[in-house]
T-cell receptor, first 113, second 112 residues
Framework: SQQGEEDPQALSIQEGENATMNCSYK?????LQWYRQNSGRGLVHLIL?????REKHSGRLRVTLDTSKKSSSLLITASRAADTASYFC?????????????FGKGTKLSVKP | ETGVTQSPTHLIKTRGQQVTLRCSSQ?????VSWYQQALGQGPQFIFQ???????GRGNFPPRFSGLQFPNYSSELNVNALELDDSALYLC???????????FGPGTRLTVL
């Protein structure tokens, strides 16, 4: 079953614009992670935010977490064509086994030069 | 590059056959998790191995089985292949007391 649901399913923007993707989940979590996937290849870990954190930055990435709304957002600033990929949120449910990351269906981001 | 490798890259099998996929974890990582990703979907957790023991399993039938070896590399075996088993199979390794999982490039399995 999918815990996370990303929104929108697809996003098309011009290079230089900001891209915002949202993720909602259903149960209590220990942490939430964002991954990027290029063309059906392996997933690249972007950032992890713990349940007691509200915001985290890494380079051009900004992640927020609202546990009261069970939602997170990923902001990519000053997007580049190389950011074109699918982005997934994954939750590590509290009480669950450490390895059981639950992924959403992803947001497909297209950045046009 | 995460340091996690998988083999083979692509594989074509016919219904009813058996398949073994392999994964080498990143140096220092003792935990390997396997995921199945159907086209257009997010990865689905199959199972996890920690120190050669299964340490959690998702909603997959028993014909999906695995092994972890003393060097922490791992195998995923699927018996009696079905058409719906066609997917990208991803393994991920993680270190002691870490929530971050590092994924390999995946094995794309096609069942005809």
């Amino acid at each position: 079953s999918q815990q996370g649901e990303e929104d929108p399913q697809a996003l098309s923007i011009q290079e230089g614009e900001n891209a915002t993707m949202n993720c909602s989940y259903k149960t209590s979590i220990n942490n939430l992670q964002w991954y990027r996937q290029n063309s059906g290849r392996g997933l690249v870990h972007l950032i992890l935010i713990r349940s007691n954190e509200r915001e985290k930055h890494s380079g051009r990435l900004r992640v927020t977490l609202d546990t009261s709304k069970k939602s997170s957002s990923l902001l990519i600033t000053a997007s580049r064509a190389a950011d074109t990929a699918s982005y997934f949120c994954a939750t590590d449910a509290s009480g669950g086994s450490q390895g059981n990351l639950i992924f959403g269906k992803g947001t497909k981001l297209s950045v046009k030069p | 590059e995460t340091g996690v490798t998988q083999s083979p890259t692509h594989l074509i099998k016919t219904r009813g056959q058996q398949v073994t996929l392999r994964c080498s974890s990143q140096s220092g990582h003792n935990t390997v998790s396997w995921y199945q990703q159907a086209l257009g979907q997010g990865p689905q957790f199959i199972f996890q191995y920690y120190r050669e023991e299964e340490n959690g399993r998702g909603n997959f039938p028993p014909r999906f089985s695995g092994l972890q070896f003393p060097n922490y590399s791992s195998e995923l075996n699927v018996n009696a292949l079905e058409l719906d088993d066609s997917a990208l199979y991803l393994c991920a390794s993680s270190g002691p007391a870490s929530n971050e999982q590092f994924f390999g490039p995946g094995t794309r399995l096609t069942v005809l």
